[in-house]
């Protein structure tokens, strides 16, 4: 079973950039799809971006962060990294990971219920 832990996290400012990683161990990695998520106080959990898992390779984003924020995956070392830029207050929020496997559709690695497997989150906390 694969467990993930997200690093990376802090205060930054207004147009600051940002570097999350996802760590894993456990279970065969690259089998996994990956998405990141955020969770803003007194708001649902939201999708930001995901990375599908095994054979070809597929990237999907969030609107809100699109142009901004980019997702890659190191299958050698088990992570799967989170580039924020242009951050704003907005993107002010903890931030999960979480994997799952079995499927490459967005309408499926955008949703948080398919992940069976979650990281205990880090803050990401923008200043104006």
């Known amino acids: 079973q694969v467990q993930l832990a997200e690093s990376g996290g802090g205060l930054v400012q207004a147009g600051d950039s940002l570097r999350l990683s996802c760590a894993a161990s456990?279970?065969?990695?690259?089998?996994?799809?990956v998405g990141w998520f955020r969770q803003a106080p007194g708001k649902e959990r939201e999708f930001v971006l995901a990375i599908s898992g095994g054979g070809p390779q597929f990237t999907y984003y969030a609107d809100a962060v699109k142009g901004r924020f980019t997702i890659s995956r190191d299958n050698a070392k088990n992570t799967v990294d989170l580039q924020m830029n242009s951050l704003n207050p907005d993107d002010t929020a903890v931030y999960y990971c979480?994997?799952?496997?079995?499927?490459?559709?967005?309408?499926?690695?955008?949703?948080?219920?398919?992940?069976?497997?979650w990281g205990q989150g880090t803050q990401v906390t923008v200043s104006s």
């Open positions: 456990g279970g065969t990695f690259s089998s996994y799809a």
């Open positions: 979480a994997a799952g496997i079995g499927s490459r559709l967005k309408t499926t690695l955008s949703r948080a219920t398919w992940y069976p497997h």
